[in-house]
């Protein structure tokens, strides 16, 4: 064992606490002269230029890494993507999609179908002073336009020339329930300028315009639009709606308007229906106040079919109806789709409190006019006081009840 040098001041090479120094001993002997934690140490320096703890360090003095945060917790109804909350965004965006679509169909058939209808001159200058409310003259034309021969054959229309008024109404439509009335086609009035003779003759002689122009005469209220519908129409308009009920009070046959029906409610095509309106040989007790009456009937029925939740349901129906008002009916000039979208609800609403159908107040079967019972229901309809209109002046025959 070397010993030290005399005037030396370090350790001695081999003293056994120093070995540690020069690298000599293994075993227990090492471990047990560990440096202990508080002694200098050299730190090895890694490539990359990091400083790295020393093999010695013991692991609860290496520096811990930092703890990840917490994910954030699904938030409901926000799944990830290709789950299930994202499979929902998928489906509700189909949805708007479809309902978009929806819209812009419900919207743009009207339009589309608004193009089609034919427009008529119907108002001259000599015109009555404006009025509260809105009234409408319904007139379906006796018009084989349009009809084939066959088709002609087959609704029992015949080939006369010419166009006549099968049907004249008013409709009122303002503050109070809806009117619709019936003029029967053989009632004895002034024609101006042409005297007096029955209604249906002032469409014959001079068209629309004296047809509106008689009826402003002669009952004081101003019409606003003028709606024409002629056989072919009427009978498009019936099948496009699926079908109409009707009621008849007693078996009808007809075979010139092709008509042969049972007793009660019943459904009725188009052709039926178009028998059923016309028919003047079978209603034997009240003749054409009878037929005026079938006539209103079938005019309210087509109208709650077609505004009824299965026509805006059904995509074909829907579309069908339009096409068929569009190519049936012919409006004075100046009417609107808004307008006309009106006339339509309001045929819908003439029953229970939203409506009334009636006759004009006759005094007779040969349909004239009551005088005084007639003034009274049209000053009625004149001011708009549909609320007010007596019950007795409203009967389906026009005949005091």
């Known amino acids: 064992m070397a010993t030290r040098r005399p005037g030396a001041g370090g350790p001695e090479e081999g003293s056994p606490e120093y070995r540690w120094l020069y690298g000599e001993g293994s075993g227990s002997d090492q471990t047990s002269q560990a440096p202990r934690a508080d002694e200098t140490r050299v730190m090895r320096t890694s490539p990359s230029g990091r400083t790295t703890p020393p093999a010695t360090q013991r692991p609860s003095e290496r520096p811990v890494p930092p703890a990840a945060p917490p994910a954030a917790p699904d938030r409901p109804g926000r799944g990830r993507r290709g789950g299930r909350g994202g499979g929902g965004r998928r489906v509700w965006r189909v949805v708007k999609v479809l309902l978009l679509l929806w819209l812009v169909f419900l919207v743009a058939v009207p339009v589309l179908a608004w193009r089609e209808v034919s427009k008529v001159e119907a108002f001259g200058e000599d015109r009555l002073g404006s009025q509260p409310g809105t009234t ?14 066959a088709e002609r054959r087959r609704l029992g229309t015949g080939n006369a020339g010419g166009r006549r008024t099968d049907t004249i109404m008013l409709l009122q439509d303002g503050s109070g329930p809806n009117v619709l009335t019936s003029i029967p086609r053989d009632s004895l009035v002034d024609i101006p300028g042409r005297g007096r003779n029955k209604i249906n003759a002032a469409y014959a002689w001079g068209g629309a315009p004296l047809l509106v122009e008689t009826v ?24 496009a709606v699926g079908g109409i009920e009707i009621c008849p009070k007693a078996a009808m046959k007809d075979p010139q308007a092709k008509l042969d ?20 040989k079978t209603y034997k007790q009240l003749g054409d106040v009878d037929r005026a009456r079938a006539q209103r009937e079938v005019v309210s029925a087509v109208g709650r079919e077609a505004l009824s939740p299965w026509t805006l349901l059904n995509p074909k129906r829907y579309y069908d109806v339009a096409m068929a008002s569009a190519t049936s009916f012919s409006v004075s000039e100046g009417s609107s789709p808004f307008s006309m979208a009106r006339f339509a609800w309001a045929m819908t609403r003439l029953d229970g409190d939203s409506g009334m159908t009636c006759g004009v107040p006759i005094r007779d079967l040969a349909v004239t006019w009551d005088p005084e019972r007639s003034k009274t229901y049209f000053a009625h309809l004149k ?13 389906p025959s026009g005949l005091p009840e």
């Open 261 to 280: 029906i049972e007793a009660g409610c019943q459904e009725a095509d188009g052709p039926t229906a178009l028998g059923y309106a016309r028919s003047r």
């Open 136 to 149: 409408y003259l319904l007139v379906g034309s006796d018009s084989r336009e349009g009809l084939t021969k």
């Open 383 to 395: 001011a708009d006081d549909t609320e007010n209109l007596p019950k007795e002046l409203c009967t």
């Open 216 to 239: 402003e005469k002669n009952t004081g209220v101003q019409v606003d639009h003028y709606v024409e519908i002629g056989f072919g129409g009427f009978v498009g308009m019936v099948d």
